[in-house]
């Protein structure tokens, strides 16, 4: 499979504990994204990576979030000191870079995260 | 006010039927616009940009009006695998030229025999 894959595609942990996703991006895509999505609402832009690079964090990302792409490959995102609002679906993409607007984003199939 | 607003339905039409979808949005500044579309426990997939000249891709045609900032899909002859929820999207471009999609909350449609 040559798309975006994420892990762990369901996480359930206890309120206070920290967790951890991965994105594994498309191979040659130099962008990735992060996204929350709770339900009944649309996907929220989080942050954003240029390789390594990471060029923008939504005021959304509070200092419990921290997001890195170490090698410009593949990301994590780590949530510390879970939360119950922390419950949504965290959906990860990956582009490659255009002088366009219409630069074409890929999804993964998300971590869906439930704080107990 | 949301940045992009959508009826949230949820339409139900029987198949064959014409539905059409629209969403406005507050941010001028917006460069570039979509429809996405994503079905129960999915992804978000694009389904087509948007253009002010408008677009067709077989059965979907989207149209932008930026003096309005309004955004329309229309489905003609609607199919049972048409049922998802759309949502309207619009582009801006971030430091470093990464591109920030917002997202409407939308629209969900339901296609029935």
């Known amino acids: 499979d040559t798309g975006v894959s994420q892990d762990p595609r369901h996480k359930i942990t206890k309120r206070g504990q920290n967790v951890t996703f991965r994105c594994d991006p498309i191979?040659?895509?130099?962008?990735l994204y992060w996204y929350r999505q709770t339900l009944g609402q649309g996907p929220e832009f989080l942050t954003y990576?240029?390789?390594?690079?990471?060029?923008?964090k939504s005021r959304l990302l509070s200092d419990r979030f921290s997001a890195e792409r170490p090698k410009g490959s593949f990301s994590t995102l780590e949530i510390q000191r879970t939360e119950q609002g922390d419950s949504a679906m965290y959906l990860c993409?990956?582009?490659?870079?255009?002088?366009?607007?219409?630069?074409?984003?890929?999804f993964g199939s998300g971590t869906q995260l439930s704080v107990l | 006010r949301k940045e992009v607003e959508q009826d949230p339905g949820p339409f139900n039409v029987p198949e064959g039927a014409t539905v059409a979808f629209n969403c406005t949005y507050s941010n001028s500044a917006s460069q570039s616009f979509f429809w996405y579309r994503q079905d129960c426990r999915k992804e978000p997939k694009l389904l087509m940009s948007v253009y002010s000249s408008g677009n067709e891709d077989g059965r979907f045609t989207a149209q932008l009006n930026r003096a309005s900032q309004y955004i329309s899909l229309l489905i003609r002859d609607s199919k049972l695998s048409d049922s998802a929820t759309y949502l309207c999207v619009v582009n801006k471009i971030l430091t470093g030229g990464g591109n920030k999609l917002t997202f409407g909350t939308g629209t969900q449609l339901k296609v029935e025999l």
């Open positions: 993409a990956s582009s490659l870079a255009f002088a366009t607007t219409n630069e074409k984003l890929f």
């Open positions: 191979s040659e895509h130099n962008r």
């Open positions: 990576f240029q390789n390594e690079a990471q060029l923008e």
